[in-house]
């Protein structure tokens, strides 16, 4: 199964955003949606090209609410993600699975459990969501769409997820990649990207 995750704009609440507007809500109602990371959404569909045709189609909602989305094929990598461009050129054959792994943008991964040892305070983000769901949608929602969108951001604000922070672009040489050097984080994250996206 490949998966797919969308990384939400820090500005805004991205769970909230895509469940209260209809025709997002209806694109992602077939999946089980799960929430890996602090303000991200992730989901499993058939294939690479099943992923790209999903991002396709909520493009109007990923311009507006979405920082990045990524993609995991196994046939590629177990651990590593692939960015959109890259899944869409390995969908059109323009690209094939063992030239995808050296141009990367890492990040670093805060676990849940770091961060409350910290002292990271997560209720702001958690209360947001709960305001948000209570308020309007102004979309002509029925009664029960908003209960749904209110159960949804109250089973949010009960769970703290992992935090992605800064990325470091990098290129593996030699198959290693170089250390993620920015903050001391408990892990990292990998994407892989097309020569095209890479900004070091």
Same mark, same amino acid.
């Given at each position: ?9 820090? !500005? ?6 895509? /469940? ?19 303000? &991200? ?36 990598? !177990? ?32 676990? +849940?459990?770091?961060?409350?040892? &910290? ?12 305001? +948000? ?14 209960? &749904? @969108? ?7 604000? &009960?769970?703290? +997820? ?19 050097? /920015?903050?001391?984080? @408990? ?14």
């Amino acid at each position: 199964m490949t998966r797919v995750c969308l990384l939400g704009s820090p !500005e805004v609440n991205l769970q909230y955003e895509l /469940l209260s507007r209809e025709t997002s809500r209806d694109a992602l109602a077939t999946y089980d949606l799960e929430r890996p990371f602090e303000n &991200a959404l992730a989901l499993r569909t058939v294939s690479v090209g099943a992923a790209v045709s999903l991002l396709n189609d909520l493009q109007w909602y990923l311009v507006r609410f979405v920082d990045e989305a990524i993609v995991q094929e196994p046939s590629v990598s !177990e651990t590593e993600w692939l960015s959109r461009g890259l899944a869409e050129e390995l969908r059109n054959g323009e690209t094939r699975p063992d030239e995808t792994g050296e141009f990367l943008k890492v990040y670093g991964l805060e676990t +849940a459990d770091a961060a409350v040892s &910290a002292g990271t305070d997560t209720s702001a983000e958690t209360e947001t969501e709960a305001t +948000a769901t209570r308020g309007t949608t102004g979309g002509g929602e029925t009664e029960s769409e908003t209960r &749904a @969108d209110t159960e949804t951001a109250a089973d949010a604000a &009960a769970y703290t +997820a992992d935090r992605l922070v800064e990325p470091l672009y990098v290129r593996r040489t030699d198959g290693e990649i170089p250390e993620y050097d /920015l903050r001391d984080v @408990d892990d990292t994250l990998v994407v892989r990207l097309t020569e095209g996206e890479f900004s070091p």
